[in-house]
Nanobody, 131 residues
């Protein structure tokens, strides 16, 4: 029913920029909390950024100051602006959404490392950063 579709990934040189998009559809909830996660081959999933129902954002220490998460509520689209990319940012990036009541109660900081609570996940978009 709910579908998340990521786009915007690609291959860039170190120091370059990309903007990822995540389009959400098929839901009726009036609230949504969303986040970006990434996973490199052989590595565990890592929370990158999250945004809660109030619009407050949180970031992992490794991307803070370089990445910006935002949302366009009218378009039901989540974005991740990625600047000053580093080779260690190379990973498959996934967006996730939670439409449950807890979205109205919990902060983006709480959501950042709570991947198991999200209701829906996208298929992922690959980001590769060359040195």
């Amino acid at each position: 029913q709910v579908q998340l579709v990521e786009s915007g990934g690609g291959s860039v040189q170190s120091g370059g920029s990309l903007r990822l998009s995540c389009a959400a559809s098929g839901y009726t909830s009036s609230r949504v909390c969303m986040g970006w996660f990434r996973q490199a081959p052989g590595k565990e999933r890592e929370g990158v950024a999250s945004i809660d129902n109030s619009g407050t954002t949180s970031y992992s220490a490794s991307v803070k100051g370089r990445f910006t998460i935002s949302q366009d509520n009218a378009k039901n689209t989540l974005y991740l602006q990625m600047n000053s990319l580093k080779p260690e940012d190379t990973a498959m990036y996934y967006c996730a959404a939670d439409f449950s009541l807890r979205c109205a109660l919990y902060s983006s900081a709480w959501y950042l490392n709570q991947g198991d609570v999200y209701n829906a996940w996208g298929q992922g978009t690959q980001v590769t950063v060359d040195s």
